[in-house]
Structures are given as C-alpha cells and as structure tokens.
C-alpha cells in the first residue's frame, strides 16, 4: 500500500512539475512573439519570479473557470431536456491556495464572479478604467470615427464648404505620407528587430549551455576523482602481480577516456588556452632578451658580435691609436695599420640572433684585434702619459700606487689652499701589451722610468749592441747615445748599460690659492644743467668707494712660477661722483655747448643723469650710455648732434634701437642716437648736419624701460666708452 501511494504522489508531483513545465515555456513564447514593445527595460530576478508567478496564477484561474463553466453549460443542458441529473464532476481543487474554498449554497453564477474578483480584481475598478486598444486595426477604426466626428462638426453650406473640402486635400496627403513612412520605418526596423531577437537568444541560450555545462562537469569531476581512487587502489594491488599491471594501467586509461569524454574535452578547452597563453609570455620573453647583431669575422676567425657597423669602426680607430702610441713594435704597426686603411681589417659580417649579453663594446673587439695581429700578448694596464704611451704593468693598482707615493713627498707640510697634482694627464688603459723587457714594467721600473731615473742593463758574455738594442725596442744609435764613453766593441760581462734616456716623464704641479679684499674706486659723473652758464661745477653727490674680493691663482710646475689669474667677486658697490656744470648756451634753437677736449657735445642737453654706464651689466654688455633727466621728466626733451657730420642711418621702428639716428662724422668716429619719440626725428639719410644741431626728441620706442638716450660712440666699427669723449 505504501508503495502505491508513493507511485501515486510520484506521479502527483511528475504532473505537477510537467504543468509548471508548459506554463513556463507558455510564458516564454507570449513574452517572445507578443505585441509589447521589443525593447524592454532590465528587470531584476526577483522582480523577474514575481511577474512569471502573478501570470501562472492568472492561468491556472482562467483554467478553473472554463471548468466551472464547462460544468454549468452541462448542468443547463440536463436541466432543459428534463433528463436525470448528470453524476455530480468531482470538484478540482485549486492548484495553489489563491482560490478561496467554494461554499454549496453559492450558485455558479456566484462562483464564476469570485473567479473574475480574483483574476481581474474588483468590479469597481475594473469599470473605471479604460479599454486599451491593442490592436492595430481598432486604432485605425478609431482615427477614422475620430475624422468623421470633425467633419460632421462642418456644415456643408456656402461658407465652410472650401474648408472642408481644403480638409480632407489635407488629410488625404497626411494618410498617404504616414503609410509611406510607416513602410519605411517598418523596413529599417525589420532587420535590427531580428538581429537583437537572435541576439537575446543566443545570450540565453549560451548561459543555459554554460549552466548545464558547470554543473555536469563538476559532477563529471567527482565521478572522475572517487575512480582514480579506485584505479590507485587497484594499481596498488596490481604490484603484487607485476606482469598484470601493464593491462590494468591500459584498462583505467581506456575506462577515463570513454566515461570521461566531456570532463577530459572540457579540461582540453581550458588548458589550451592556458598553455597558449603561457607560450605567449614565455616567447615575449625570449624575443626580449635576444636581438639580430652582426658577428664580426677577422681572418677568418670570429671576434664576437656587436649591435651595428659603428662600433667596429670604433674599434678600428682604437686599434689604430694603441698602435700608433708604440706599444707594439714597428713592424707590426706598420703591416696593421696598412692593413686597416686598406682592405678595412679584412673584417666581414653576419647577421645572427644571439643574446643580448653576448654583445660586445669597441674596447674588447680592439683587443681581440690586436691579439690577433701582435704576437706575445698579454693582459696588463697601460700606462699613458699625454696620450703617449710609456708602458704596461700587470696590476692597475700597483700603477695608481707609484703615481700616488710620488705626490705624497710634495704633499708634507702643506696648507689648506695648496693643490698637489701631475702637470701632464696620466690614463690607464686596460688591454693586450706585448710582453717583454722594454714594454712590461714592474712597480720599481716604473718609478724610476717616470722620475727620470735611466734604465740599467747588466751585460753577459754573449751580448752585443745589436742584440741589447733589440731587446730593449731602441736602435743602436739611441743606446749609443745614453752611453757615449762606453765601448760596445768590448763588452765585458757584468757592466752596466743605460738603456733609456733621463728625462723626467711627469712634472709635478703646485696650485696655490690666496685671497685678499681691496678697494674700488669710484667713477665721477658729469651732470650738465642747461640752466647753468657754461663754466659752473658743483658737487651734487661726493663718490664711495666699494670694496671686493679677489682671488689669486698661482701655479707652479716643478717649482717654476707658470701662470697667474686673478678672480674678483664685489663685496660693496662704490658710489659714484656726481657734478653739475652748466652749458647754458642756445641760438634759433641750434645748441652750441662747450665740446669736450675730443670735440664732442653733450647730447642731450637736458639729460645729464647717466642711469647706466658703458660696459657689463645684469642684462649683458652695454655699448652706450643711457642719460636721463634729474628728478624725472626727459621724454620730449631735444637730443642733438654731438659732432658734425652726415646722416647714414634713420630707423624707425619699435623694438631694438627703436626710433634711432647713426651720424658719419668722416674721421672713423660714428655716433648712435637711440629710443627718440615717434615722429620727433628731424633729418634724413644723406643729410649733413651740424655740431648742437637738433636731430630730435627724448622717448622710449624700442627696447627700453623709460624715457633716455641711448648715445654711442663708434670708433672704425667698435663701440666705446661715450664718458670719455663727451665730458
């Protein structure tokens, strides 16, 4: 019995689960194919679940009343043809508890009422409110009694009947157009309705897929995890009979691929990409750290590889000044040099991808070079002297260490502004140096050779000038020359011979620094008052004296005085001299002051202010004097001719020099007058003019800060200084 009811809720709850099936797939196909419009706002889940539950209700309500009036037309149709009543319809219960219980006294007309409260709501508000015409055609039919209810609003007599008919041109015109644009809008629609329903669907259709997918491949992942458990449990036992677990191995694997095929291909579809993708970051790499170089062929012997053509031109010029510097020996300079000029080393190129690490600089292919071009070569640190080379040594710091002691003897008792240094510019080139007597020094012979000491060679039995010349790179004249009272025919075993010359290779340089404060004096400024006769002076400001710091370098070079330089910095400005002396003299406007001991007028005569002097200021070299009036008020004051002469210059303009006049006095001598008010200027080019002869006006055009003139004095194309021809 237990098992027949469990068959039957079973197949309860397999109806139930198949209705809610079909009612949401009907729900589905309304919202997909319903007249609403297609674009429709985003919902969220909830909100979602809510509108599917409210229309499943609104179906299973429509279905119990067409039951209830299924039910009541056969009730009728006994009832009319007097026939016994029909066996009473078991009432189906409401498949969810939104429908109230139905009392038997109720009729069905009553019955069917409640059914249209619950689906529709309350009568009241059901009549309230307005039909919504949902189809096209009774919008149509509506538009058109709409018209026929303006034209019947017309009364067809003599007065209105030209608006009527104008009326219905005009309506005529309106229908014929809005079906031609509804065409049209209905043809640009028709294809993006399409494509976004495809869209929509696609999108749904993919995240089902994605769910199912999910969820089948988790449950494949369990099924796959508990067999591999089992596989390593068999595989285990498998081992006490060795010769079975080939075939058990064999069996998992074939098993895993033929349960398994969606878990191993959905395991294929996101390792792929992963592996893709760490392909890509790890050919980023690798291209990141390569690069395309040329290798570098000498002699059919590879040197290495270097990023382009420039830098074996580099080390080709390096090869030819270590070479050049006689390091090496003659021969071998000679032939290698030629060789360079010539056939351009014999170098050729490959291009090859190598690393980036594998690239190298000008210095080590100069080096490779040479290795290969000199015989006996070894690693050691040049030493260069002014560029010339002296020798090599095998440490560096052993080189540093010779050169330093020989600076700390000068360096005893020094004061704090004495500099100790070489006098020549001392380099340590690290490189390929022949290795032989003449060439490789220790610490020892290197100081002596650098102080000035000659080299020693003790002879044996066997030498002979020849051979000593050639041990030590010199010729037989050079090492008769270091010893002119020795006689090479008899050379005994045991003497010593000079092998090098006594000159000192460095200089030692002393540089002494002193500094001392001493006074400026003042400069005297002439200031003319055109109110003043000619012969009046007074001192207006008595002058100051500034004071600066001077700086005095002195160097000597092995304690010979070479060169001294001095450096002022102002530490007060001097204040300058001012005297007033009157030039008051004037005829028809022509100027005629009291000229200068070098012939040259004032000017400007009413300007005898110098606001900025000849020579360097903040702003640069001034090649003029700037004059303004005491106490303010020199625009449009007369400027005139300083000496007699031609005019070669008028400018007008406003910037530089501004409105300015440039007078030829004949002798060499030229004088500028610059900055003169725009239209004041009252001569030309070519025109002669006379000493005090007015030429213009005071201003500020041009590159100026206030009104002045600017004057100069120009002497064969040279500006100098006007104060020492105007006062």
């Not at 592996?275 to 002699?299: C, D």
């Not at 406007?589 to 009413?606: D, E, M, N, R």
Request: proline share 3%; aromatic share 10%; with cysteine.
């Amino acid at each position: 019995m237990d098992n027949e009811n469990k068959k039957v809720n079973s197949a309860d709850n397999n109806r139930q689960n198949s209705f809610d099936e079909i009612i949401d797939g009907f729900y589905d196909l309304t919202s997909l194919y319903s007249d609403a419009p297609k674009k429709k706002p985003q919902r969220s889940r909830e909100e979602e679940l809510r509108l599917r539950e409210e229309k499943r209700r609104e179906l299973e309500m429509q279905a119990i009343k067409e039951d209830i009036e299924r039910r009541y037309s056969l009730q009728l149709e006994t009832a009319q043809n007097n026939a016994q009543p029909a066996e009473k319809v078991e009432k189906r219960k409401p498949l969810t508890n939104l429908m109230p219980e139905i009392d038997e006294r109720e009729t069905v007309r009553e019955e069917l009422d409640r059914i249209d409260e619950i689906i529709y709501g309350p009568k009241a508000e059901k009549e309230t409110e307005e039909p919504v015409i949902k189809s096209r055609f009774f919008r149509k039919k509506k538009k058109v009694a709409q018209a026929a209810e303006v034209e019947e609003s017309f009364n067809l007599d003599e007065h209105n009947a030209f608006y009527v008919y104008f009326y219905r041109f005009g309506d005529c015109i309106y229908r014929f157009l809005a079906v031609i644009f509804g065409f049209i809008f209905k043809l640009i629609k028709a294809p993006f309705v399409r494509i976004f329903r495809y869209i929509s669907s696609s999108t749904e259709n993919t995240k089902i897929k994605a769910r199912k997918s999910l969820k089948s491949t988790l449950r494949e992942t369990v099924r796959f995890r508990n067999e591999i458990k089992n596989g390593m449990k068999a595989i285990k036992a498998a081992f006490k009979k060795p010769s079975t677990l080939p075939h058990v191995i064999a069996h998992y694997i074939k098993t895993a691929f033929k349960l398994h095929d969606n878990l191993l291909k959905s395991a294929i579809n996101i390792l792929l990409p992963i592996g893709a993708l760490a392909v890509f970051i790890l050919t980023i790499n690798y291209w990141n750290s390569v690069t395309y170089a040329l290798e570098v062929i000498y002699k059919d012997q590879s040197l290495g590889y270097i990023s382009d053509e420039s830098v074996y031109i580099e080390a080709r010029k390096l090869v030819n000044d270590r070479l050049n510097s006689g390091a090496y020996s003659t021969e071998t300079v000679e032939e290698t040099v030629a060789g360079s000029q010539g056939t351009n080393l014999n170098a050729n190129y490959a291009l090859t991808l190598v690393s980036i690490d594998e690239l190298n600089d000008a210095q080590t292919i100069s080096d490779k070079i040479i290795e290969s071009e000199v015989d006996n070569l070894t690693h050691a640190c040049g030493i260069y002297i002014d560029g010339k080379f002296v020798c090599a040594i095998k440490n560096e710091a052993d080189a540093k260490t010779v050169f330093d002691n020989i600076l700390e003897q000068y360096k005893v008792d020094i004061s704090s502004n004495v500099f100790i240094g070489f006098n020549e510019t001392i380099d340590y080139v690290q490189g390929l140096y022949p290795n032989n007597a003449s060439s490789m020094l220790d610490a020892s012979k290197l100081e002596e050779l650098i102080s000035g000491v000659p080299m020693q060679h003790i002879t044996s039995e066997t030498d002979t000038a020849e051979s000593i010349a050639e041990f030590y790179k010199i010729s037989v004249e050079q090492l008769k020359t270091y010893n002119p009272s020795y006689d090479f025919d008899n050379i005994k075993s045991g003497d010593s011979v000079v092998v090098s010359s006594s000159d000192k290779l460095i200089s030692i340089r002393k540089t002494v620094v002193s500094t001392a404060t001493k006074e400026v004096d003042f400069k005297t400024e002439t200031t003319r008052d055109a109110t003043k006769y000619s012969g009046y002076r007074s001192i207006k400001r008595k002058g100051v004296k500034g004071t600066e710091k001077v700086t005095t370098t002195q160097i000597f070079v092995d304690g010979v005085l070479e060169k001294v330089t001095e450096d002022t910095e102002p530490i007060t400005e001097p204040i300058n001299e001012i005297v007033v002396i009157g030039t008051k003299t004037s005829f028809n406007g022509v100027y005629i002051g009291t000229a200068s001991k070098k012939g040259f007028l004032w000017p400007a005569p009413s300007c005898h202010y110098v606001s900025s002097a000849y020579g360097w200021r903040s702003r640069g070299w001034h090649t003029g004097i700037d004059l303004v009036k005491a106490g303010g008020g020199a625009n449009g004051t007369p400027v005139i001719a300083s000496r007699s002469g031609r005019v070669e210059v008028v400018q007008r303009s406003n910037s530089g020099y501004g409105n300015m006049v440039l007078i030829n006095h004949g002798d060499g001598y030229k004088t500028r007058y610059a900055h003169m008010i725009t239209g004041s200027m009252t001569v030309s080019v070519g025109e002669y003019v006379e000493a005090g002869q007015t030429i213009g006006k005071v201003g500020s055009t041009g590159n100026s800060t206030g009104p002045h003139l600017h004057f100069e004095v120009i002497y064969n194309g040279e500006t100098y200084n006007p104060a020492n021809y105007i006062y």
